[in-house]
């Protein structure tokens, strides 16, 4: 086992791996920027090395800087977190070369899945379903449109080289083709380099389910548990939940089964996520994400395994401490991210200063985060404030633990998504778990949410009158803090 392990990374996922670190009794190594200097996850490591500026570009992502930094404090490994350098081989080879081990898959792995039509490639050859459409990148306006006819409209265009639904373009019909094609083809240009389309089946009304896995060098390869991430905005996931609310034993089997086989197919090394599109009883590979993902705390609160642990100790050489038959899953884990951001101005990041903060607590939560009162949340990187989860017996005590979660959440100072959360987490077709990666629009989730606002600020006003208080200096307090200070009310009542 290693004795000490660098982290590449910031914010609650640095925190999180040197949690495990900890427990292993490995001491850590934090690289900062310029911005993270009073950062908790740079005081909570044992060292912490100072790499560069605040943008990532001339800090997180310097590969030199975090090598040397490696170096130079005697780290054996780095673990790379998720985003930054979590997925670019030219990092993981680099560790290799200086004899640092890379927290993750061999590069050869990572490289296997980065492009979209080579991935659907050797997923066909290694009979894990794909959507139908074809696996290389098309020619001229014509091929697109015999193609099209084959599989029928609507299709979907995609970029070989992307990710993240950038570039991608629905067509409803032969019409529409060679404007969506022109379209794909310069947003791919210009933002990975590379113009190649390829063209799928669209599904119409998918859920977006993934399967974490985890496998040994010896080749023990296991699922762990799957987890549904349809709440979704613009791609960037909200709200996860684990497992699906469509998963049964033998669905799980057999997308397990399939997932596993994805990974074997690239000689895949460490904790992983196969993503599926679901639609209708039927399930489609859509892509693997190398790297240990911001969500897998659901998955750990349902089956009790520690990924990050896992993960640690597979890249140091020992077994999977798991078999296949060891996992099971008790109840039901769902997760709320929670930003400095405000979903009333189209969801824009809210940095700056936590003037208050006290995060929720009690029976089946967890909170991961990277933040303390008077902290100073920097504009250069994502606006997570922290991962909140709710763990219950099934998915109607998870979901009541989440509210309660919610309302018991203060922050003051920045605007934060809480409001989205619990405008979601009332919804009926929700509750119901009818849902899918449209459900945002279609639920009108934005309406709610100014319902829900204005709800919480009526409370802060009528406590405000109630008190004698200043109204602006109320009016000023966070939604949550007005539903928080109501509560003493309610109490004296009783
Ligand atoms: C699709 C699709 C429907 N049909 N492909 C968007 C991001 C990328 N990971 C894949 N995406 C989609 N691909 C076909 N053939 C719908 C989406 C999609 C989506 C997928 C997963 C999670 C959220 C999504 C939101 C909108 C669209």
């Known amino acids: 086992m290693f004795s000490k392990i660098l982290i590449a990374n910031r914010g609650e996922i640095a925190i999180r791996v040197m949690r495990a670190c900890r427990e292993l009794g490995i001491s850590t190594v934090a690289v900062y920027s310029e911005a993270d200097k009073n950062a908790l996850f740079a005081k909570y490591a044992d060292e912490a090395v100072f790499v560069g500026p605040s943008p990532s570009s001339q800090s997180y992502l310097k590969m030199d800087n975090i090598i040397k930094a490696a170096l130079e404090t005697g780290a054996q490994a780095i673990h790379p977190g998720y985003g930054f350098l979590s997925e670019n081989t030219r990092f993981a080879s680099a560790c290799e070369e200086n004899g640092i081990v890379f927290i993750g898959p061999p590069s050869m792995a990572i490289d296997a899945m980065g492009s979209k039509i080579t991935a659907r490639q050797t997923m066909k050859a290694a009979n894990v379903p794909i959507v139908p459409g074809i696996e290389e990148g098309i020619s001229d306006l014509d091929e697109a449109a015999e193609i099209a006819d084959r599989i029928g409209y609507p299709v979907i265009l995609k970029p070989a080289a992307g990710g993240g639904g950038i570039g991608m373009k629905i067509v409803m019909s032969r019409e529409e083709l060679m404007p969506a094609l022109t379209s794909s083809q310069s947003v791919a240009r210009s933002a990975f380099g590379d113009d190649t389309i390829y063209i799928e089946k669209y599904l119409t009304e998918p859920r977006h389910i993934e399967f974490q896995i985890l496998a040994d060098r010896k080749g023990r390869t296991i699922y762990v548990s799957d987890r549904e991430c349809s709440i979704q905005r613009r791609h960037q996931k909200l709200i996860e939940e684990s497992p699906s609310p469509v998963m049964t034993e033998d669905l799980r089997e057999r997308m397990g089964g399939i997932a596993v086989k994805a990974a074997k197919a690239i000689g895949y090394v460490s904790a992983g996520t196969v ?220």
């Open 275 to 494: 993503e599926f599109m679901y639609s209708r009883g039927d399930f489609y590979f859509l892509e693997m994400n190398t790297r240990l993902q911001v969500e897998h705390p659901i998955t750990e609160m349902v089956t009790g395994v520690d990924l990050a642990k896992e993960q640690i100790q597979i890249a140091a050489g020992e077994d999977l401490g798991y078999a296949q038959e060891d996992m099971q899953i008790r109840g039901w884990a769902i997760e709320c991210r929670i930003n400095a951001e405000d979903p009333l101005n189209d969801f824009a990041p809210s940095p700056g200063k936590l003037k208050r903060y006290r995060s929720p607590g009690g029976p089946g939560i967890r909170v991961d985060s990277g933040v303390y009162t008077g902290y100073v949340i920097p504009p250069y990187y994502d606006s997570l404030i922290s991962k909140l989860v709710a763990h219950g017996r099934d998915r109607k005590e998870a979901i009541a633990r989440m509210q309660r979660a919610l309302y018991e959440y203060i922050v003051v100072g920045v605007k934060t998504n809480i409001i989205f959360h619990k405008a979601v987490l009332r919804n009926a077709r929700f509750n119901s778990g009818d849902i899918n990666t449209h459900f945002i629009k279609e639920e009108n989730i934005m309406e709610a949410v100014k319902e829900v606002s204005v709800q919480d600020q009526e409370k802060g006003m009528s406590l405000a009158s109630a008190l004698g208080a200043d109204t602006r200096k109320i009016a000023a307090i966070s939604a949550a803090v007005e539903s928080y200070l109501t509560q003493p009310k309610a109490q004296e009542k009783s």
